[in-house]
C-alpha cells in the first residue's frame, strides 16, 4: 500500500485518479476545494490553493507520489486578456504547484516518489485563443523539468498534456451535442478524452513501471499534438 496526495481530487481527471488510486488498496489523501466529497477509503480534506498558509498536518510521514489537478481553461482573445487573469492563472496552475511540492516535498524524500502535474496540448501546438492557458501551462512544463533535475534520483517529476477531456472545466466547450461533435471530429481518434484516460497516465507516472521516467511531459490528446 501506498500514500498518495491528490489535490483537487472532488471532479474529473482527480476524483477518476483517487477512485483507481483507492479501488487497489492504495491510501489517498485527497483535496477539495467548492465541492465537498466523499469516497469509501479516502481522506478528503478541505484547501485552497490559492491560500497563502495550507494545513498537511493530516498528511502521513511518508509520501509516495503527489498529483497535482487545478487548473482553468480560459480562451478569449489576445487583446481582452488583462494582466490580472493571467496573473490569475498563473497563481492556480503554477504557484499552486510549487506550494504543493514545497508542503509535500520533506515527506516525498523518505522514499523514492513521484510527481505527476497536468499541461495542455496548447503548449507545443499553437491554437487561436489559447494564450493565457498556454503561457501558465507552459510554465509548469518548465517547472516539471527543473524540479526533476533538482530531485533525481528521488523524486521523480512528469508532466501530462492532454487535449480537450470531457470534465466540468470543459463544459462551456462540450455544452451540447453539436459542439460535442465538432471537437471530437478535431482529433485523429474522433472523440473527445474521458477523464479515466489522463487517471490511467497519471497512475502509470506515478507507479515503479514508469522509474526511469523523469523530466517528460506525456501528450494524451487523441493524436492533437503529432498527427496532421
Known amino acids: 500500500m501506498k500514500n498518495y496526495w491528490i489535490i483537487g481530487a472532488s471532479s474529473g481527471i482527480g476524483r477518476s485518479l483517487t477512485e483507481m488510486l483507492s479501488e487497489k488498496g492504495h491510501r489517498v489523501y485527497a483535496t477539495y476545494c467548492k465541492n465537498e466529497f466523499s469516497l469509501q477509503g479516502v481522506e478528503s480534506h478541505y484547501l485552497n490553493v490559492l491560500d497563502e498558509n495550507w494545513d498537511t498536518s493530516y498528511l502521513p510521514e511518508r509520501l509516495d507520489g503527489l498529483v497535482y489537478c487545478p487548473g482553468s481553461i480560459n480562451l478569449k482573445p489576445f487583446k481582452r486578456i488583462s494582466a490580472d487573469a493571467f496573473l490569475s492563472d498563473y497563481q492556480l496552475q503554477v504557484l499552486g504547484a510549487v506550494k504543493a511540492v514545497q508542503a509535500a516535498l520533506p515527506r516525498l524524500k523518505t522514499a523514492p516518489s513521484s510527481v505527476v502535474f ?83 497516465a497519471a497512475e502509470f507516472l506515478l507507479s515503479e513501471k514508469t522509474s526511469w521516467m523523469t523530466g517528460q511531459i506525456l501528450h494524451v490528446d487523441g493524436g492533437m499534438s503529432a498527427i496532421k
Open 118 to 200: 497536468f499541461s495542455t496540448v496548447a503548449v507545443g501546438t499553437g491554437f487561436n485563443f489559447h494564450t493565457q492557458v498556454a503561457a501558465s501551462k507552459g510554465a509548469v512544463e518548465g517547472l516539471t523539468r527543473s524540479l526533476a533535475a533538482e530531485f533525481a534520483p528521488t523524486i521523480r517529476f512528469n508532466c501530462i498534456a492532454p487535449s480537450l477531456t470531457d470534465t466540468p472545466l470543459a463544459g462551456k466547450l462540450l455544452g451540447n451535442d453539436q459542439k460535442r461533435e465538432a471537437n471530437a471530429q478535431r482529433h485523429p481518434m474522433k472523440r473527445i478524452g474521458d477523464p479515466e484516460d489522463l487517471a490511467h
